[in-house]
């Protein structure tokens, strides 16, 4: 098995002492996990790029830019910009453009990722298998941090894992909402490479000790 990363989520992070909170992943985590969400894919507003800008001067730990936006295209360069690793984007946005959507974001020197909320069946991004360099796979339905975990995830998950080892492909697996002490094993046994953690990292007393003990769980 490839190594089980942890990227935590820096929705949940304390806004009031941001550079703490990204370097503890730079220090402790694999990637960070940030959030893009425009009020309208999704029933949120987070942050956006005059947020990321300032993170980018301190990330050592590679980037990963989750766009829950509508048109997400218009975004792709200036996530590049930022100097973000991975990209993803959610088929919800997307549909026929996605194959499009992951060459520009490969074009552009990141990682593709697709991104699925739990109500669009997992066979949807089969065909974007050879394509996508990952798939987000929501394990709530994307727009809050803090949610339950929905436990069909794991199917789903195993589902993707299945077809993409079938095929011999390579595509990373990453899921995110309500991974904690409790789901990242079952997670990580249905075949996840990637796991985000917000609440239960930051909102734990030892962040640091909280990633490791995901990582190794
Ligand atoms: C939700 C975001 C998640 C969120 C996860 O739409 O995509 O990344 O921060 O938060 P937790 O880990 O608290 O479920
Ligand atoms: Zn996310």
């Known amino acids: 098995m490839a190594d089980f990363k942890i990227a935590p989520s820096v929705l949940a992070a304390d806004f009031l002492h941001l550079e703490k909170d990204i370097r503890l992943v730079n220090e402790c985590g694999d990637v960070i996990h940030l959030d893009v969400m425009d009020g309208t894919l999704v029933p949120n507003i987070s942050f956006g790029f005059s947020v990321i800008d300032h993170i980018a ?27 973000a690793a991975m990209c993803s984007f959610h088929y919800e946005a ?68 299945a077809e993409i080892e079938k095929r011999g492909d390579d595509a990373l697996i990453e899921i995110d909402g309500g991974i904690n002490l409790s789901t990242v094993a079952a997670v990580r ?29």
């Open 94 to 161: 997307a549909k026929h453009n996605t194959a499009d959507y992951i060459a520009q974001i490969q074009q552009l020197g990141m990682k593709a990722g697709v991104a699925v909320n739990p109500d669009v069946p997992i066979s949807k991004l089969f065909p974007f298998i050879g394509k996508a360099d990952y798939f987000l796979v929501m394990s709530v339905f994307a727009g809050f941090g803090g949610q339950k975990f929905i436990y069909e995830s794991l199917d789903r998950v195993a589902e993707l894992k």
């Open 189 to 217: 046994e249905a075949g996840v490479d990637i796991a985000v953690a917000g609440s239960s990292v930051y909102g734990s007393d030892d962040p640091a000790n909280a990633i490791a003990a995901l990582r190794s769980a």
């Open 57 to 83: 001067k301190i990330a050592t730990a590679p980037m990963d830019v989750h766009l829950m936006v509508v048109e997400p295209q218009r975004w792709f360069k200036k996530v590049a910009s930022e100097g």
